[in-house]
């Protein structure tokens, strides 16, 4: 018998009373949480990944799922994740708090950006050394070409938490996906967890390159426009299928299942 690699391994029964589909995305974003633990792209108690979630009913406001405030990444399951409306307001009961400062930089693309289901937001080293650089992200590495044309940046203006940024935030996102927030990190954006991710790891991929390509002898080899034009047309891991396969695969190298949430 073989596996289909695509699929997920098999999951707990939703809540008595809970959509499957939010229960889906709760156990998806639960086990995305544990991965950025696994590769060290966490910050204390801070930062946040978000994931839209199919409205209630006709008629009803979208929802959102983020992590309790004052847990640890390793700490969120999928029953502890707060369900909140835009404004950050908690849709159901929780014995945690939502960091609605923290939220400030997600709701805007959220709200602006039908096609931004998830938003991931980290402050990696090197995705924050390069977010410090004037220069930012150089279009001459294998990863940083694959995103030519598709990465924006936006400048620093203090810690994010005034909603009077929101509307200048959205304007230096436009319509890429991957955003370099000036002397202060990484954002990527996707229709689904395994677009997102695969998103942010090429981001971040990118930027380690380019740090370690700096620190060598010698200068860098430009790669020319012509070049660089027709890139994102053939990456492969940029399609949707193998987003799916590649979040999966790095589950199972993370030793984190959906049935651990049982």
């Given at each position: 018998?073989?596996?289909?690699?695509?699929?997920?391994?098999?999951?707990?029964?939703?809540?008595?009373?809970?959509?499957?589909?939010?229960?889906?995305?709760?156990?998806?974003?639960?086990?995305?949480?544990?991965?950025?633990?696994?590769?060290?792209?966490?910050?204390?108690?801070?930062?946040?990944?978000?994931?839209?979630?199919?409205?209630?009913?006709?008629?009803?406001?979208?929802?959102?799922?983020?992590?309790?405030?004052?847990?640890?990444?390793?700490?969120?399951?999928?029953?502890?994740?707060?369900?909140?409306?835009?404004?950050?307001?908690s849709q159901s009961e929780?014995?945690?708090?939502?960091?609605?400062?923290?939220?400030?930089?997600?709701?805007?693309v959220h709200a602006a950006?039908?096609?931004?289901?998830?938003?991931?937001?980290?402050?990696?080293?090197?995705?924050?050394?390069?977010?410090?650089?004037?220069?930012?992200?150089?279009?001459?590495?294998?990863?940083?070409?694959?995103?030519?044309?598709?990465?924006?940046?936006?400048?620093?203006?203090?810690?994010?938490?005034?909603?009077?940024?929101?509307?200048?935030?959205?304007?230096?996102?436009?319509?890429?996906?991957?955003?370099?927030?000036?002397?202060?990190?990484?954002?990527?954006?996707?229709?689904?967890?395994?677009?997102?991710?695969?998103?942010?790891?090429?981001?971040?991929?990118?930027?380690?390159?380019?740090?370690?390509?700096?620190?060598?002898?010698?200068?860098?080899?430009?790669?020319?426009?012509?070049?660089?034009?027709?890139?994102?047309?053939?990456?492969?891991?940029?399609?949707?299928?193998?987003?799916?396969?590649?979040?999966?695969?790095?589950?199972?190298?993370?030793?984190?299942?959906?049935?651990?949430?049982?």
């Amino acid at each position: 018998m073989t596996m289909d690699a695509a699929s997920a391994p098999p999951a707990p029964p939703a809540p008595a009373g809970m959509p499957a589909a939010e229960w889906t995305a709760r156990l998806d974003l639960a086990c995305c949480y544990r991965l950025f633990d696994h590769l060290g792209w966490t910050e204390l108690i801070f930062n946040h990944i978000t994931l839209r979630v199919d409205e209630a009913g006709e008629g009803s406001e979208a929802r959102y799922l983020i992590n309790p405030f004052g847990l640890h990444y390793a700490e969120v399951t999928p029953l502890n994740l707060i369900c909140t409306d835009i404004g950050g307001n908690s849709q159901s009961e929780s014995a945690y708090t939502v960091n609605k400062a923290g939220f400030v930089i997600h709701s805007a693309v959220h709200a602006a950006r039908p096609d931004a289901h998830c938003i991931m937001h980290v402050h990696t080293t090197a995705g924050c050394a390069v977010a410090s650089k004037e220069e930012g992200l150089r279009h001459d590495n294998f990863y940083s070409a694959m995103m030519y044309g598709d990465v924006a940046y936006h400048d620093y203006e203090g810690v994010t938490t005034n909603l009077d940024e929101q509307p200048r935030l959205v304007r230096s996102l436009g319509q890429a996906n991957h955003l370099i927030l000036r002397n202060h990190g990484l954002l990527a954006a996707g229709p689904d967890i395994p677009t997102a991710f695969n998103r942010l790891w090429t981001l971040q991929r990118a930027c380690e390159i380019q740090l370690a390509s700096d620190a060598g002898r010698g200068p860098n080899r430009a790669i020319p426009a012509e070049i660089l034009e027709t890139v994102p047309a053939t990456r492969v891991a940029g399609r949707g299928p193998v987003n799916r396969l590649v979040f999966e695969a790095m589950l199972r190298r993370a030793g984190i299942s959906r049935a651990m949430f049982g």
